[in-house]
């Protein structure tokens, strides 16, 4: 198995992450049910719009990265980062297809936007996420993340569920 993560250029590969975006998003409704007033909440259609748009305008060169992982050829998940204040970066909407997971991509996405963000000017990097996300908190934790305090704002049905992350080098 051939295993590949690159920076997405031009706009198939802005494609190719909004369809893992979209993948995500229906991932997280099949897989936690019984959290739908958080993700619902979260990801209002309004929202999710937003966030396809975002590849294209906020996690691009030279606003931001967004990350492509592949296997044998075929795109298995995507991270993105983009600065969100001087010397600060945001981690967003990492993910790898079940299919695809245990082959180290997660990490090694991560790893990667941390060094690219941080040779970029930006030796923090911030994330929020939602406390049933057990699997990548774990990870984020064994990267270095530490928990603090709320950055930003979200609705507030998704704020009560949310984990706000911190890592710097």
């Not at 031009?10 to 190719?16: A, H, R, T, W």
């Not at 099949?30 to 305008?57: G, M």
């Amino acid at each position: 198995m051939q295993r590949d993560i690159r920076e997405a250029e031009g706009p198939e590969d802005v494609k190719i992450v909004q369809d893992m975006v979209l993948a995500y998003i229906r991932w997280l409704y099949d897989s936690f049910p019984h959290e739908i007033e958080d993700l619902t909440a979260y990801y209002s259609p309004d929202r999710v719009q937003s966030a396809l748009d975002e590849v294209s305008t906020t996690f691009v060169p030279p606003h931001g990265l967004a990350l492509i992982a592949r296997l044998d050829g075929t795109p298995v998940g995507c991270a993105m980062a983009h600065p969100i204040e001087p010397g600060v970066s945001e981690l967003k909407r990492l993910f790898v297809l079940p299919s695809a997971r245990g082959h180290g991509f997660g990490r090694a996405m991560i790893e990667s936007l941390l060094q690219r963000m941080a040779q970029s000017g930006h030796p923090t990097m911030r994330l929020d996420t939602a406390i049933f996300l057990t699997d990548a908190i774990a990870l984020y934790r064994q990267i270095g993340f530490v928990e603090i305090e709320p950055y930003n704002e979200m609705p507030a049905a998704a704020a009560k569920n949310a984990l706000y992350m911190e890592f710097r080098h």
